[in-house]
């Protein structure tokens, strides 16, 4: 596709549920990043995929939070038991490479935990 | 402890005014990118700055890299309405984190007003 898709855009879940979003990067694009942005709080890091491996993971806030990328394309975010902490905006990015590469954000899913 | 200091968190200027936008660490950083983002979109890359002293100009835009790769400034001259938004500083390749992990941040909210 022309950009970074993601979906859901929205998506509201009960505290407890699991939860999956999707990301479908730039087409031949190797990295893809995902980021969370809550209110007040920036953009915060959570795992990069080079390719199907994820050489950086050190982000994700807990064992609830897991990531995988298959076909060296699409990726999945998976939260296990949300909380209402885990509310917040959840942005995938991919780039050509890893380094120098300008990184091109989908417009994110906006996960809401009540 | 943020890693990136921005400042200020938010900016209400009129039309055809001077602002600076200031990122600060004491981490020094092997790259700083500035992204703006705008409501229900995900940031948009303007620039990367990579050596220290570095000034790159973008039309009404001046970037800044300090000598000593730990600081950032965003100049913008006569503002216009179309400038407003969210502006995000971002460092890369701090505490031997891969490229793609950024440290972003909390931004600077612009409003320009007509």
């Known amino acids: 596709g022309a950009g970074v898709s993601q979906s859901p855009s929205n998506k509201v879940t009960e505290k407890g549920k699991d939860v999956e979003l999707r990301c479908d990067p730039i087409?031949?694009?190797?990295?893809l990043y995902w980021y969370r942005q809550s209110l007040g709080q920036g953009l915060e890091f959570l795992i990069y995929?080079?390719?199907?491996?994820?050489?950086?993971k050190s982000g994700l806030p807990s064992d609830r939070f897991s990531a995988e990328r298959t076909g060296g394309s699409v990726s999945t975010l998976t939260i296990q038991r949300t909380q209402q902490e885990d509310s917040a905006v959840y942005l995938c990015?991919?780039?050509?490479?890893?380094?120098?590469?300008?990184?091109?954000f989908g417009e994110g899913s906006w996960l809401t935990v009540v | 402890t943020q890693l990136l200091e921005q400042s200020p968190q938010f900016l209400s200027i009129q039309e055809g005014e001077n602002l600076t936008v200031y990122c600060n660490s004491s981490?020094?950083?092997?790259?700083l990118q500035w992204y703006r983002q705008e409501p229900g979109e995900g940031p948009v890359l303007l620039v990367t700055?990579?050596?220290?002293?570095e000034v790159k100009k973008l039309k009404r835009l001046t970037f800044q890299f300090g000598d000593a790769r730990k600081d950032s400034s965003l100049h913008i001259t006569a503002a216009q309405p179309g400038d407003t938004g969210l502006y995000l500083c971002?460092?890369?390749?701090?505490?031997?984190?891969?490229?793609?992990?950024?440290?972003f941040g909390k931004g600077t909210k612009l409003s320009v007003k007509p």
């Open positions: 990015a991919s780039s050509l490479g890893s380094s120098g590469n300008t990184i091109y």
């Open positions: 087409s031949g694009h190797t990295a």
């Open positions: 995929f080079q390719g199907n491996s994820a050489p950086d």
């Open positions: 981490s020094v950083f092997s790259s």
């Open positions: 700055v990579v050596t220290g002293g």
């Open positions: 971002a460092g890369a390749g701090i505490h031997g984190g891969s490229q793609g992990n950024l440290i």
